[in-house]
């Protein structure tokens, strides 16, 4: 079992509309998150990180960690075609010392 | 901002010839990692390393090999190239402090012929 999971997709939505992207991670202890995007040939870029329960904001984008449940969710509003591209979720394990990467969700926002 | 540079986007080369990857960075990262990702199967560590003259091996490291003589620095090394390694090849660097993000440069997409 991998220790971070994605749902692979694609996920379609329209332009302008709410795009939710899951994350479950295995290890409890994990501490910290962090959502890359990654473009089509192109390498993952950082775009969110996020340390403690809740919410966090920036821009149109929107972090959320739930520990108890051991999900994180990536939330893009009024997603634009340019959000095209596949988000990888990433967890460092309990010790702190190793990142790890889940899958990746590929998103498509449709015109 | 950080910047991790790779040496090359694309690279070509033959079966059996050893092959240099270059990628630097220049924020006094002391960690540093190589991945290769092939389509379906994600992202994949071949190495790392936590300091000069460290390397530790990842979850793939059969046929790679690397080196780190400066800080910066950080060498994968394909000693023998087969076709089974064409690849995309990305580097990434990060602090040592527990929690910090990896950072990625442009990655090299390898073909071995």
């Known amino acids: 079992q991998k220790e971070v999971e994605q749902n692979s997709g694609p996920l379609s939505v329209p332009e302008g509309a709410i795009a939710s992207l899951n994350c479950t991670y295995s290890?409890?202890?994990?501490?910290?998150f962090f959502w890359y995007r990654q473009y089509s040939g192109k390498s993952p870029e950082l775009i969110m990180s996020?340390?403690?329960?809740g919410d966090k904001e920036d821009g149109r984008f929107t972090a959320q960690l739930n520990k108890a449940s051991q999900y994180v969710s990536l939330l893009i509003r009024d997603s634009q075609p340019s959000d095209s591209a596949t988000y990888l979720c990433?967890?460092?394990?309990?010790?702190?010392?190793?990142?790890?990467f889940g899958g990746g969700t590929r998103l498509m926002v449709k015109p | 901002d950080v910047k991790v540079t790779q040496s090359s986007r694309y690279l070509v080369k033959r079966t059996g010839e050893k092959v240099f990857l270059e990628c630097v960075q220049d924020?006094?990262?002391?960690?540093m990692f190589w991945y290769r990702q092939d389509p379906g199967l994600g992202l994949r560590l071949i190495y790392f390393?936590?300091?000069?003259?460290?390397?530790e091996k990842g979850d793939i490291p059969e046929g790679y090999s690397v080196s780190r003589e400066k800080k910066e620095r950080f060498s994968l090394i394909l000693e023998s190239a087969s076709t089974n390694q064409t690849s995309m090849y990305l580097c990434?660097?990060?602090?040592?402090?527990?929690?910090?993000?990896?950072?990625f440069g442009d990655g090299t997409r390898l073909s071995i012929l």
């Open positions: 990434a660097s990060s602090w040592t402090r527990d929690g910090q993000p990896q950072h």
């Open positions: 996020i340390y403690s329960n």
């Open positions: 924020m006094d990262h002391e960690n």
């Open positions: 990433a967890g460092y394990n309990n010790a702190g010392n190793m990142l790890t």
């Open positions: 390393s936590y300091d000069v003259k460290m390397k």
């Open positions: 290890d409890r202890g994990s501490q910290s």
